[in-house]
């Protein structure tokens, strides 16, 4: 079913789609893979009652956001979208929240301007040059080169997007998904062009880009069974930012607002009033 209810602004030379609640402070709350705006639904009710404005924007080439006409997903990309989505928004400044390929155009924005980012919000991802490497999670993270081989959307696609369950179940071990929990990621994912736009992000995808420590108040949020990062990688990312930095493991693992929404919410709304 076409998505509805969204607004549309031009920002970063595309048109991007977003839902927009709320009145006070600008927070933006960015999806990852394979998910979308949906993700944070349940989120939306007490973060508006909270007092903020709750953007929830559909990635770049995620439907029914612009698909661009060139392979143009690499994570400066992701971050200058943030960017401009704030002024385009027509704010200065905002709060960003993101989760796994969102968590990384976070902390790409507060790389690049961190007087733009109020306070930073990264779940499930910690700072990239936090990680280290070890044969578990070079295995874990092998949907980074499987999704950059010959038919990596045929496979994607197959069996109504079987895949999306696969990788909720590999990152999120011992949880037990609900279908419903898939529906919105598989009804942007089939819509023309998007799924080959997700991958997009992972033919892209290299080195991280961006030099020195992020300038921005940072709150790390991890998940205790994580079916890749570990507690000592969400930890080693505070060597990373200069300014106050906290880390918190919680309930579940990479798709742990999903699956804990209480603690996590509790967790985001102690970061943003404090």
């Not at 400044?93 to 924005?109: E, F, I, Q, Y």
Request: aromatic share 10%; glycine share 8%; net charge negative.
């Amino acid at each position: 079913m076409p998505e509805t209810g969204y607004h549309t602004v031009e920002a970063n030379g595309l048109t991007h789609a977003y839902f927009d609640d709320g009145e006070g402070p600008l927070l933006i709350l960015q999806h990852g893979f394979p998910d979308t705006a949906h993700s944070w639904d349940e989120f939306v009710t007490p973060l508006v009652a909270a007092g903020y404005r709750v953007v929830r924007p559909f990635g770049r080439g995620i439907a029914p956001s612009e698909r661009p006409t060139h392979d143009d997903y690499a994570v400066t990309d992701l971050a200058n979208d943030l960017l401009a989505l704030i002024t385009a928004l027509g704010a200065e400044r905002a709060t960003l929240v993101g989760h796994d390929w969102g968590a990384a155009a976070a902390w790409g924005a507060a790389h690049l301007e961190p007087a733009r980012v109020e306070k930073l919000v990264v779940v499930a991802i910690p700072h990239p040059n936090a990680l280290r490497p070890t044969p578990a999670k070079v295995w874990g993270v092998r949907h980074f080169v499987a999704n950059r081989l010959p038919r990596a959307e045929a496979r994607f696609r197959r069996d109504d997007f079987a895949e999306i369950r696969t990788m909720y179940e590999r990152w999120s071990p011992g949880f037990d998904w609900p279908d419903s929990e898939f529906e919105a990621a598989k009804n942007a994912y089939a819509h023309p062009g998007t799924a080959d736009a997700a991958l997009g992000y992972y033919r892209r995808a290299g080195l991280w880009p961006f030099r020195g420590k992020v300038a921005v108040e940072t709150l790390v949020i991890g998940g205790e069974s994580d079916g890749v990062a570990t507690r000592d990688d969400f930890e080693r990312s505070s060597r990373h930012v200069s300014a106050r930095c906290t880390v918190k493991m919680l309930p579940g693992g990479h798709f742990l607002h999903r699956e804990h929404p209480e603690p996590f919410l509790a967790t985001l709304l102690e970061a943003l009033t404090r």
